[in-house]
T-cell receptor, first 115, second 113 residues
Framework: KNQVEQSPQSLIILEGKNCTLQ??????????LRWYKQDTGRGPVSLTI?????NTKSNGRYTATLDADTKQSSLHITASQLSDSASYIC??????????????FGGGTRLMVKP | NAGVTQTPKFRVLKTGQSMTLLCAQD?????MYWYRQDPGMGLRLIHY???????AKGEVPDGYNVSRLKKQNFLLGLESAAPSQTSVYFC????????????FGQGTRLTVV
């Protein structure tokens, strides 16, 4: 069964500090990995998408890394802001265009940035 | 740009009551999905559709039915609500490819008492 595990479940940091969120997956066959940001009371919004051959991808202060050999990904947030407070969800897409099992979601990391 | 719109945003049901959640997308996407999100768990797929007039079961389909009579709309029905169906429901849509981004609605918070 395809699985995506995220750690930590929750994290509190001070404004301006950096943090790193982790994602481990067992999805086969692998197609791509996405990080989503979900604000409280809203739907998830895509931050990055990475394919097998990409090691790093940035989106502003967000930098995602992917190690396809160890099946691990991380999301690094630099110089955190209060608006970064949200849940961050790792989503792995399986190859094959089968809509029924295409996306496997992690449980998310809830980040709180305090002033 | 409306994107994916869900109605209603909140609802409280009594056990045994029925209701329908509506999802509408204006991006001409072929694929549409219904997920539920429970605390500490990843989004779980309830039902999905790969095109107008087609639907299929996902990971947790029991107690739910769906219909996709029009390409832009995907309806999720609860025939006889149970407390275990208390959850936040998300609709999503995408093009028919593993590479394309899935766009999500804002969610419907359903409480069954």
């Amino acid at each position: 069964k395809n699985q995506v595990e995220q750690s930590p479940q929750s994290l509190i940091i001070l404004e301006g500090k950096n943090c790193t969120l982790q994602c481990n997956y067992t999805v086969s066959p692998f197609s791509n990995l996405r990080w989503y940001k979900q604000d409280t009371g809203r739907g998830p919004v895509s931050l990055t998408i990475m394919t097998f051959s990409e090691n790093t991808k940035s989106n502003g202060r967000y930098t995602a890394t992917l190690d396809a050999d160890t099946k691990q990904s991380s999301l690094h947030i630099t110089a955190s802001q209060l608006s970064d407070s949200a849940s961050y969800i790792c989503v792995v897409s399986a190859a094959g265009n089968n809509a029924g099992n295409m996306l496997t979601f992690g449980g998310g990391t809830r980040l709180m940035v305090k002033p | 740009n409306a994107g994916v719109t869900q109605t209603p945003k909140f609802r409280v049901l009594k056990t045994g009551q029925s209701m329908t959640l509506l999802c509408a997308q204006d991006m001409n996407h072929e694929y549409m999905y219904w997920y539920r999100q429970d605390p500490g768990m990843g989004l779980r797929l309830i039902h999905y559709s790969v095109g107008e007039g087609t639907t299929a079961k996902g990971e947790v389909p029991d107690g739910y039915n769906v219909s996709r009579l029009k390409k832009q709309n995907f309806l999720l029905g609860l025939e006889s609500a149970a407390p275990s169906q208390t959850s936040v429901y998300f609709c999503a849509s995408s093009y028919m490819s593993e590479w394309t981004e899935a766009f999500f609605g804002q969610g419907t918070r359903l409480t069954v008492v």
